[in-house]
């Protein structure tokens, strides 16, 4: 008698065993489709807006450029958002206004794993970091994807004494405490940002 129940016992725990590891392979299976998703739109947003940057370089020069930084990254992240029901924004290591791109804490956490990564040898060129988080408001998805410094970024994100006077003059207007300089070619800039909310904390 006293085996049997032992029996009994064992295929319950057995089963809800089973069902533990199959929904956590669910939960797996929905985070990977929400990171492939993710992966999708950092790319077309960074496509699309290194496309914009080469195109203005050339017809109209620096000082045109700076509004694909500026205006348009904002506009397309905004987009975006729209799009997917997802917040899409780009955040930056260091940042030309403080109320602008300014990464918050999860996104600092995140960036400093980047560089950390990087300093082990990984590259950039695929590196993603993704998590599901409780806060306060509800159950999101956030997902980050390194954006990293190229030649032609130095121009408005370089050294100072590299970039043109005519530039200078402008962030000088427009970024009285900018901090984006002083990068090199390589360097991780900052990152595309994505939250995607998943249902009320208490679901
Ligand atoms: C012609 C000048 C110019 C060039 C070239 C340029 N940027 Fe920017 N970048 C800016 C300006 C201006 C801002 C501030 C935008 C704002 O008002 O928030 C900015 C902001 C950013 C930000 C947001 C964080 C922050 O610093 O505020 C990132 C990330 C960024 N740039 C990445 C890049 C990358 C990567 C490249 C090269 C592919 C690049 N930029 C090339 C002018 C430039």
Redesign the pocket.
């Known amino acids: 008698m006293k085996q049997k129940g032992t029996g009994i016992f064992l295929t319950v725990v057995g089963i809800v065993a089973v069902l533990i590891a199959l929904a956590a392979s669910l939960a797996q299976a929905e985070v990977t489709d929400r990171e492939k998703a993710a992966s999708e739109v950092a790319a077309s947003f960074l496509n699309e807006?290194?496309a914009a940057?080469k195109r203005e370089?050339t017809k109209g020069g620096?000082?045109e450029?700076?509004k694909?930084?500026?205006d348009l990254?904002?506009e397309i992240a905004g987009r975006l958002s729209r799009e997917h029901g997802w917040r899409v924004t780009?955040?930056?290591t260091?940042?030309?206004?403080p109320l602008?791109?300014m990464p918050d804490a999860w996104e600092q956490t995140a960036l400093a794993e980047f560089a950390e990564r990087a300093a082990k040898g990984e590259t950039f060129t695929g590196m993603v970091h993704s998590e599901v988080v409780t806060e306060p408001g509800g159950r999101y998805y956030r997902f980050m994807k390194p954006?990293?410094?190229?030649p032609?970024?130095l121009?408005?994100?370089g050294p100072v004494a590299q970039i043109p006077p005519m530039?200078q003059e402008v962030?000088r207007q427009?970024?009285p405490f900018d901090a984006?300089v002083g990068y090199a070619a390589g360097d991780l800039?900052?990152a595309v940002s994505i939250k995607q909310p998943m249902g009320n904390a208490s679901e």
Do not use: K
Not at 147 to 150: G, H
């Open positions: 807006l290194g940057m370089m620096p000082t450029a700076i694909v930084c500026a990254a904002p780009r955040v930056g260091r940042v030309r206004s602008l791109g954006i990293v410094v190229q032609h970024c121009l408005c994100h530039v962030l427009r970024y984006a800039r900052g």
